[in-house]
């Protein structure tokens, strides 16, 4: 079935809001629903729509796959309880990293997290509810990227030809699938979410394992989070769309206290962008990418190198993995 994008010139909140509402109602009837809160935008406000539509018939959980943003479950989940959303952490962090180990390729990466996602955690979690439904915050951009083979993303299963009712166990429901990142924030500010959750930068699906090239094992994801903490506070200024740090594979030849290094290096990409679709690097002020890298080799153990992207999309991507 193809999909109709939703423009931000055509959208009209209200009206959008409540389709979806009754949409919602509709397919889940009298039963449960249960939906993933990741945090980020498309997550949240797929979980208010769901809270508005079901209110205790929505069952919320946090998966912490140990592959988040620092602090990032316990962040998240306190959010959503002062909003009147109760919401359960997961503890899945060996069931990742289980899936996860030997892999370097990114589409194997990006396999063995949907799976263990949807088939095993989450499968457990609707098994265990009784929930024949799952919300989901598929935005119009991954179906594109999908679809046209730049990138598979995670969440894109019905428009490959997966059944989820007969592989999973539950039917998806995917409220936000016709809009485009500023149409689902127009939609977040709408719900009465807070400006800190529906203006966040975009967060991929596979978390930092997008951000990690090659096998993403529990040290190199842990490196990668603490760059990407560095960089998130050094950068907090700068006016763009996203950035990220991105730990490279190979090591490379550095020196400290006089003497050879052979350690890490970390890439940094930031972007001006409206809708993903295309994107530019932002003109960082030089001093400012002189600050990130003393602070990353200062403090991220084994890092001697950090790089600046300055490759537009295309023929870049967003995310590196």
């Known amino acids: 079935m193809k999909i109709e994008e939703i423009t931000l010139e055509k959208l009209n909140t209200e009206t959008f809001i409540e389709e979806q509402c009754s949409d919602i109602v509709r397919q889940v009837g009298q039963g449960l629903a249960v939906n993933a809160l990741s945090g980020g935008v498309d997550s949240s406000v797929v979980t208010m729509l769901g809270h508005r539509a079901l209110k205790d018939r929505l069952k ?73 439904h799952l919300l989901q915050g598929t935005i119009f951009t991954d179906v594109e990227e999908t679809v046209a083979g730049v990138k598979r993303q995670h969440n894109i299963l019905a428009q490959l030809g997966i059944d989820t009712k007969e592989q999973f166990g539950y039917t998806l429901i995917e409220p936000l699938i016709r809009l485009r990142k500023p149409g689902v924030r127009k939609v977040g500010e709408a719900l009465g979410l807070p400006r800190e959750l529906f203006a966040r930068q975009p967060f991929p699906g596979p978390a930092l394992a997008a951000r990690v090239i090659g096998e993403a094992t529990p040290e190199r994801i842990d490196l990668v989070r ?32 006089g003497k050879r290094d052979y350690g890490h290096q970390i890439e940094v990409r930031c972007w001006d962008s409206t809708d993903a679709k295309t994107a530019i690097p932002t003109r960082i002020n030089f001093d400012v990418l002189e600050s990130v890298a003393r602070r990353m ?21 967003i995310e590196a993995v």
């Open 297 to 317: 080799t200062a403090e991220v153990k084994g890092v001697v190198s950090v790089t600046y992207n300055i490759t537009s999309k295309p023929t870049s991507t």
């Open 226 to 257: 603490e760059a990407t903490a560095i960089l998130e506070e050094e950068l907090s200024g700068v006016k763009a769309f996203q950035y990220l740090a991105i730990l490279h594979e190979d090591r490379v030849t550095g020196i400290r206290d």
């Open 60 to 132: 919320t959980y946090f998966i912490d796959n140990g592959i988040m943003r620092k602090g990032e479950p316990e962040q998240v989940a306190s959010m959503f309880r002062k909003l009147g959303v109760p919401v359960e952490i997961v503890d899945a962090r060996e069931q990742f990293f289980a899936a996860l180990r030997g892999l370097s390729d990114p589409e194997e990466k990006r396999e063995a997290i949907t799976q263990t996602f949807y088939r095993h955690v989450f499968g457990d979690l609707v098994r265990k509810s009784g929930a024949k």
